[in-house]
Every structure is written in structure tokens, then in C-alpha cells.
């Protein structure tokens, strides 16, 4: 079973930072794109950005800029470094494995998600 192991969420005040970790076996870290979702209270879920094997990153309008996504091949670990937060961002905010075809990043494993509260 993939087992994807998340962390470093908090409670932030506006306009700080945040980093969240996502830790993968190596072979599924290897062979998969890496994404970032949120579900925010009393909305759907949605991308806030995903990376390829290769290192192309792509952002969800709401977060680029001040979001980035990275992965660390040594450490088996994708990362999301969260900037100038604000209260929108609040969110459980889910690790995924995926594949990208025609540009669209399918997620296909999920992590436990990890609570990001960002206060006014």
C-alpha cells in the first residue's frame, strides 16, 4: 500500500509562511508526479499545484506567486512553501501521486492531509 506521510501544517497569522512536506517511497517517488490539493470547510477540493518527474511545476491561479512546489529526489520528498498566506488559504491540504497527460495533472494516491489555518 502507498503510504504518503505529510506534515508541517499549522495555525499561521496572515501574510506568513508556511512549508509542507510529503514523503513517498522511492520507487513511487521516482516514477510519479507529485500534486497539491486543499479542501477548504464547506468547499471542494481543489489543485493548488502539481510537478512533473522532471521538475515543471504548474500553479492554480489563486496561489501562484506565493506558492512553490518542489520535489527532493534524495529525500524522496515533495515539498509546498506556502508565502504570504491569507485566511483563504485555510484548508486541509492533501498530498498526492499522479500522472500527467495532455497537461492535466490526475491524481491517483492520497495522503492523510495535513490542517493549514491561516488567522486574519
Known amino acids: 500500500q502507498v503510504q504518503l506521510v505529510e506534515s508541517g501544517g499549522d495555525l499561521v497569522q496572515a501574510g506568513g509562511s508556511l512549508r509542507l512536506s510529503c514523503t513517498a517511497s522511492a520507487t513511487i517517488f521516482s516514477r510519479n508526479a507529485m500534486g497539491w490539493y486543499r479542501q477548504a470547510p464547506g468547499k471542494q477540493r481543489e489543485r493548488v499545484a502539481h510537478i512533473s518527474i522532471g521538475g515543471d511545476t504548474n500553479y492554480s491561479d489563486s496561489v501562484k506567486g506565493r506558492f512553490t512546489i518542489s520535489r527532493d529526489t534524495a529525500k524522496n520528498t515533495a515539498y509546498l512553501q506556502m508565502n504570504s498566506l491569507r485566511p483563504e488559504d485555510t484548508g486541509v491540504y492533501y498530498c498526492?501521486?499522479?500522472?500527467?497527460?495532455?497537461?492535466?495533472?490526475?491524481?491517483?494516491?492520497w495522503g492523510q492531509g495535513t490542517q493549514v489555518t491561516v488567522s486574519s
Open positions: 498526492t501521486t499522479g500522472y500527467i497527460r495532455l497537461n492535466y495533472y490526475n491524481p491517483q494516491r
